[in-house]
């Protein structure tokens, strides 16, 4: 007995020893404010990149839960980071553990063998992504991550602990480092000005801004190529859950499930994934006071430009808190509340509630929700853990299985051999997907049956882990026909095309029967990216407002190679006083060529408002830099408008033509982002040597009709490309109501004036620089 006695002692004092180590380790972990001067979630206090990211390195030298590191550079150079945290058990044992998901992500690595998978489900551990920041304007996630990641470090309440043993947590602090600098900036230059709390007077994102969030199949932007390589391709995590916000006036939270539409190519497991989690995490927070929450509304699972998870195995939660001004304070009265596609934020219903009578909304209010949110989805990360990686391994099983005769077996690539252009465009879509995981192979020359297939012919078989990526990529879309109760169309939440192939004239053949083929002994190529391959002419300018606009941005980025030069719209256009701005001006000489990018002609005329802004950033064009412009093109420039600008050309210069599309209701014409078919005019400078049969990529976009009698004007202007007359041609791909409004009409337009030369694009021949098939059109129109 007394040995008994002496053994039950020890226990308890050893038990006691291990709490008092983990109490002074937890006084040992810096808080946020600790580095930061305050703590996240304070009105009116923003954090600077160099110190969050001196918090997370404080972090990681403090807490044996934690490992931060940093895997590259982003675009201005800051640092791009992310941090990894689990039980120290588990860091000790990461690359077994990263061993273990590998091979449940490919099954073809333990031969789909469900015996050997369950062993490894039971020793594995939930993969867990958290990304912050993308939307720098977004400020709370940034903040939260700190939060998040210091209790993770610190606490040792149960649920903390069971979160450290059972996952591991890979937290993102910001997808878009040099937003948060250049918000910060602008929030303290205004602060305690009437402009505290507006958005910058320039792009979050220094090519791209909010499409960032847009680049998940592209991966044209540095931040996303180093989170793909890094993080996602290295760790294929079941669930990632991407913080953002959302307007002020609707719900104060978003939560999956998504509305329809579903990408088709999403696997079930996904759907089912992302359904079960988000109604948990919906049904925990209202447990736990959180009001005015929704789900099923808003946002689809259409485009996989945001959601590169579902076509690699996890599932992904967005979240979306109403946002403040900035780090400000707003008060939001009930009446002020408006309601979003499928709920009404005053009434409750099965998806919405309980309802938020409105009331004040800080900063604080985000973070809280942020950062509960965030420990909801961990939670049933953990208490799941088993659940989630046998789904993720009947995912990847069902990827890699056998196809038989009647099912899509594989994509084939011929060599290009029209030119070396679309060479580089079949390498540029190749090493794309081979970014994404797909596996690409160069056999030996194969016949499927009469047809033979020469040295290097590319392969993408579809029993691989990510071959529905490639499918996705490769086919067409059909958006289904979605209307309201009053028979106006749903929008997609972004856009309703992704067809890499058509955006980038790539030729494939689809396979439908299983064959064989012989690899080399060099192995497989997978194609090198060659970026657009344009020859760009020497002075040129992009018009660039004060008011932000993604388009000028991805212009700037097609164009960042040296030999081309982007000015400050009044640059050139009006008598600026700005010394920089003339300095500028007098080393690209005189342009050739002025790029007006999409943008409302409104917005290109008249600018910010007086009062919206600090003066210094108000004010547009006006009739003096209307008559600059026009002595420019008399003088034999060319001004080349792209999309919606192309308005202000027509009622500024008074040209003979009308967008057929204004006025339209949109019951009768809606086309929200989709792939059209165009007819070029290859005997123009401008269409020589492309095919006669090109695409547009039509996104609130006009389509022309000449005015004045045609024979009158023969010689001032020419039609370059043209809708097909028959409307059943029009759409490729994606969604196209109202199609034979715009049957016949023009899609790129000509104009002479005086010496010089008007390019109207009735589309983004750029768009977020995928359509390399339009790439020419544009380059040629600038340098003629």
């Known amino acids: 007995m007394p040995q008994t006695r002496f053994f039950f002692a020890s226990l308890r004092l050893c038990g006691l020893i291990f709490l008092l180590t983990l109490g002074t380790a937890a006084q040992n972990v810096p808080a946020p404010k600790d580095v930061l001067g305050f703590t996240p979630g304070d009105d009116r206090k923003l954090a600077a990149w160099g110190q969050i990211v001196e918090y997370f390195k404080r ?89 998040i990641a210091h209790r993770l470090a610190s606490s040792n309440d149960p649920e903390v602990q069971n979160i450290l043993k059972n996952t591991i947590v890979l937290l993102v602090p910001s997808l878009n480092p040099d937003g948060v600098d250049i918000v910060k900036k602008w929030y303290d230059k205004t602060l305690g000005t009437p402009y505290e ?44 859950h991407d913080i953002h916000q959302q307007g002020a006036y609707g719900s104060r939270l978003f939560l999956p499930p998504y509305m329809q539409p579903v990408e088709p190519n999403v696997p079930k497991q996904i759907v089912e994934g992302f359904t079960e989690l988000g109604n948990y995490m919906a049904k925990d927070l209202r447990g736990k006071g959180f009001e005015g929450i929704t789900t099923n509304s808003t946002y689809d699972a259409w485009t ?41 934020p005053k009434k409750e219903s099965p998806n919405f509630g309980p309802v938020w009578k409105g009331g004040e909304w800080k900063l604080r209010n985000i973070t809280d929700t942020m950062t509960a949110g965030a420990f909801s989805l961990m939670d049933h990360a953990a208490d799941n853990r088993m659940k989630w990686l046998d789904r993720f391994y009947r995912i990847g099983k069902e990827a890699v299985r056998g196809r038989k005769n009647g099912e899509l077996t594989a994509f084939v690539f011929r060599p290009a051999e029209l030119d070396d252009a679309a060479g580089d465009r079949q390498r540029d879509l190749l090493s794309i997907l081979a970014r994404g995981g797909v596996e690409i192979v160069e056999p ?52 309703t095309a992704h067809t890499l192939s058509l955006l980038m004239d790539v030729q494939y053949e689809a396979v439908y029967k299983p064959f064989r083929y012989k690899l080399p002994n060099s192995g497989h190529g997978e194609g090198q990216g060659s970026g657009c391959g344009a020859s760009h002419p020497p002075r040129y300018a992009i018009y660039r407002s004060e008011i932000p606009s993604m388009d000028e941005g991805w212009t700037r980025w097609l164009f960042r190679q040296p030999g081309g030069y982007t000015l400050h719209c009044n640059a050139i256009i009006d008598n600026t006083t700005n010394s920089e701005i003339r300095e500028n001006f007098k080393k690209v000489q005189r342009p050739s060529a002025i790029v007006f990018p999409d943008q409302s002609a409104n917005s290109i005329l008249n600018g910010y408002a007086k009062g919206s ?139 002479k004036m005086g010496k010089g030369k008007i390019y109207l694009f009735g589309f983004r021949p750029q768009y977020r620089a995928q359509s390399q098939a339009t790439f020419p059109l544009f380059f040629k129109a600038i340098s003629n």
């Open 59 to 147: 972090l990681d030298a403090a807490s044996d839960r934690v490992t931060f590191e940093e895997i590259g550079k982003t675009t201005m150079n800051a640092p791009f980071v992310y941090a990894t945290i689990s039980s120290p058990e588990n860091l000790k044992n990461l690359e077994r553990i990263k061993d273990i998901n590998a091979k449940l992500a490919d099954p073809r690595l333990i031969k789909s063998s469900d015996l050997l998978a369950k062993k490894y489900i039971a020793q594995g551990k939930t993969i867990v992504l958290i990304t912050c920041g993308i939307h720098s304007t977004e400020v709370g996630s940034t903040l939260s991550s700190m939060l």
């Open 197 to 240: 709390g507006t958005e910058p007077p320039e792009l979050y994102h220094k090519y791209v801004g909010h499409d960032n969030n847009r680049d998940w199949y592209a991966f044209t932007q540095v931040e996303t190529q180093l989170t793909v390589e890094n993080i996602y391709d290295v760790w294929h995590p079941q669930i990632v």
């Open 304 to 344: 996989p430009a945001r959601a590169y998870s579902h076509y690699h195995g996890g599932v992904r939660i967005l979240s979306e808190t109403a946002s403040a001004k900035l780090a400000t304070p707003i008060k939001v009265t009930f009446d002020q509340l408006r309601g979003g596609e499928g709920y009404d």
């Open 444 to 495: 030996e020359p194969f016949a499927i049956g009469a047809a033979k297939y020469p040295e290097g012919t590319a392969v993408i078989r579809m029993n691989q882990p990510y071959g529905l990526f490639a499918k996705t990529l490769l086919e067409t879309q059909t958006y289904p026909d979605l209307k309201d109760p009053s028979g106006n169309p749903i929008a997609p939440y972004d856009v």
């Open 613 to 751: 802004m600090p003066d210094e950033y108000t004010g547009g064009l006006d009739k003096d830099g209307v008559a600059n412009l026009r002595k420019f093109v008399e003088d034999g420039g060319r001004l080349i408008f792209l999309n919606r600008s192309s308005a202000f050309a027509i009622e500024q210069f008074g040209l003979p033509v009308k967008d057929v599309t204004k006025g339209l209701a949109r019951k009768d014409f809606f086309i929200p982002g989709s792939i059209l078919r165009t007819e070029l005019d290859t005997t123009h400078p401008v269409a020589e040597g492309l095919r006669q049969e090109s695409i547009a990529w039509f996104e609130n976009s006009p389509a022309f009709e000449i005015q004045t009698d045609p024979l009158a004007l023969a010689n001032n202007f020419r039609i370059i490309a043209r809708y097909p007359s028959d409307p059943k041609k029009i759409l490729l791909s994606g969604w196209a109501l109202g199609a034979e409004k715009i049957a016949g009409k023009a899609a790129l337009v000509e104009f």
